[in-house]
């Protein structure tokens, strides 16, 4: 009974120390649920733009129509125009040439407005991406212009969005110099990642006549990813210490793996939107903060004295696609998405129209910089600036994303593995010592594990392979789940159970050696054993030679030998060393994920 009420109490301070680690594990932010803070939304943009923080801001449409028009203008719809699609070579270095596809409108008078395409992040070839689109504007009477993306110096690891953003600059340039467009009329289509590329071109080419953003993350994709994973996780029914987790990685210094671009600066470039833009996200997107990026962006572009900022929601995926919440092959856009993308350049990039609701740059009517634009201006529009399917942004960006006690990847890789490389040298220092213990024993020598360890030792082994299994067997179901976003709350709730019962396990096995160890200590620190008896001769090393008078009999001498508290002799020492550190690096494990939190 004092045995279990030591292991009892030993168990309990054990895990209060392991939900301590694991706080101090936790940094000191999380991503919160966004604030419900609502934001009166009028046709002109001007008046609540400015109460669009971009920090907790609610966006309310006005409208559930995403119908683009302008007043007493009638733009060119989709379908007009036949397409002409041309096969251009564009040299962006003296050793880099990228392929790129034209597609203009045939037989549109005049020069047309143009518009370059910026890739995402999950596209690359401008042959497989893009082309719905572009057509279809081109089919409006916009040259539309898709580059490949220059993926030589682009991996999952090292990006260079400046760079990125000179080498599409070389793309507007070819765009802008072609015969049949106004190069005082060409703007941007970016999505996703592109839209950090974007911003950095609207820095630094400011006569950009208008600028499409589509599901702009707005903030550092560190910021980004925090939220966004936290959404995947919170949909797919993950515990919440599990969904807290994500801050642990997120704020690390992932620095030897490059991943630099996780930091870049967004916000920095937002104050050079000075053209007017159009931002659309999907409803269904839960990567990207839909109802915080657009109040930021409206928010900015306010700072500089651009109100022609039209935000249109539509019932769609990250990319506008109908079908599924993720991206898969083979989705349509919805159905408004081009026709809406169509009238809004034509009404933007028009040529002045008598009454038509132009307006020169003192009442933010398009480019603030200066130059000279002509095109629909805030109170052109017979359409509210923000319409569609109301957002529902479930999850805020956090302002900050500093990391907590382990800081590194090299911290949490070390703290990962130390758990099974000591596992792995204490069962081979083990199966060693099983392979030897024969020999020395004959040989009256050798070392030994104290009273009770050996059997200890192995239930803490048996405990870490256990939960380092069953932990590996919930992260794969989880990534599983998240990638697809399956909703299977009930198994993800069953195993994290099944996980908390293995830690605590884990904690009371470890505990019973602990205790053990001390039960050992309290016992005499010596006992008497017989020494091997000897005949008149000496025969080993070990033992030295004693002159017996004949006839007479040997006796046994005692020798005192030293009791071991936890093992004796260096094999049995290393073996007991790796599995106990082994167990320790695995409770913090464990602390790491959040199975001790209270």
């Known amino acids: ?111 047309r407005p143009g518009c370059l395409f910026l890739h995402g992040a999950g596209t690359g070839k401008a042959s497989a991406v893009y082309g719905d689109l572009s057509w279809a504007m081109a089919s409006a009477g916009i040259v539309t212009l898709v580059p490949d993306k220059r993926i030589d110096n682009y991996t999952t690891f090292q990006r260079d969005y400046p760079g990125m953003a000179r080498d599409y600059a070389t793309s507007l340039a070819v765009l802008k110099s072609r015969g049949n467009v106004d190069a005082s009329r060409v703007g941007l289509y970016a999505e996703s990642e592109g839209t950090w590329i974007a911003s950095i071109m609207a820095r630094d080419h400011p006569d950009l006549a208008f600028m499409i953003l589509t599901s702009p993350p707005v903030v550092p994709g560190r910021r980004q990813m925090a939220m966004a994973a936290s959404n995947y996780m919170t949909t797919i029914g993950a515990p919440r210490p ?71 929601y539509y019932s769609a995926n990250h990319q506008m696609r109908v079908g599924a919440r993720t991206s898969k092959p083979g989705l349509p856009l919805d159905r408004h998405y081009t026709h809406n993308l169509e009238d809004w350049i034509n009404a933007v990039a028009s040529e002045p129209v008598s009454g038509a609701g132009t307006s020169d740059t003192a009442v933010s009517g398009g480019n603030v910089s200066g130059t000279s634009v002509s095109g629909t201006s805030p109170i052109g529009w017979s359409t509210p600036m923000i319409a569609g399917t109301q957002p529902h942004q479930r999850l805020a960006v956090p302002q900050t994303t500093t990391p907590g006690l382990v800081r590194s990847l090299q911290a949490l890789l070390v703290l990962l593995a130390m758990a099974p490389l000591c596992l792995l040298v204490g069962i081979i220092g083990s199966l060693v010592l099983t392979l030897a213990g024969l020999r020395r024993r004959k040989q009256g020598r050798g070392g030994s594990f104290g ?148």
Request: net charge neutral; with cysteine.
């Open 451 to 598: 009273t009770g360890i050996a059997g200890l030792l192995a239930a803490n082994a048996i405990a870490v392979v256990a939960s380092t299994a069953g932990l590996l067997a919930y992260l794969s179901k989880l990534v599983s789940d998240t990638l697809v976003l399956r909703d299977d709350a009930a198994t993800l709730s069953t195993g994290w159970m099944a996980l908390r019962a293995l830690a605590v396990l884990s904690v009371v096995v470890f505990a019973w050696l602990l205790v053990r160890l001390g039960e050992n200590r309290l016992i005499l620190p010596a006992s008497h054993t017989p020494e091997h008896l000897h005949t008149g001769t000496q025969n080993s090393q070990d033992s030295p030679s004693v002159a017996m008078p004949s006839g007479t009999t040997p006796v046994a001498t005692p020798t005192v030998v030293k009791a071991a508290v936890a093992a004796s002799g260096f094999g049995h020492r290393l073996v007991f060393a790796s599995l106990t550190i082994s167990a320790t690096f695995s409770l913090a494990s464990l602390a790491f994920w959040g199975l001790f939190a209270m």
């Open 242 to 312: 599990m969904v807290q987790d994500v801050s642990k990685f997120i704020g690390m210094d992932f620095s030897m793996l490059g991943l630099h671009y996780a930091d870049f600066p967004a916000e920095r470039y937002l104050n050079a939107l000075t053209m007017p833009l159009l931002v659309n996200y999907g409803t269904e997107d839960l990567s990207m903060p839909i109802e915080q990026g657009a109040a930021m962006l409206r928010a900015a572009a306010h700072s500089v004295g651009n109100d022609n900022v039209t935000v249109r």
């Open 1 to 111: 009974m004092k045995r279990i009420s030591s292991i009892a109490a030993a168990s309990v301070v054990l895990l209060v120390l392991c939900a301590l680690l694991g706080a101090a594990m936790t940094p000191n932010w999380r991503v919160d649920p966004l604030a419900d803070a609502a934001d009166a939304s009028d046709s002109s943009g001007a008046a609540d733009s400015a109460k669009n923080d971009g920090s907790d801001g609610r966006i309310t449409v006005k409208s559930s129509d995403t119908a683009i028009a302008a007043r007493g203008l009638h733009t060119s719809q989709e379908g007009r125009y036949k397409v002409k699609e041309t096969h251009l070579r564009i040299r962006l270095t003296a050793s880099v040439n990228i392929h790129a596809l034209l597609r203009e409108p045939v037989g549109a008078a005049g020069k």
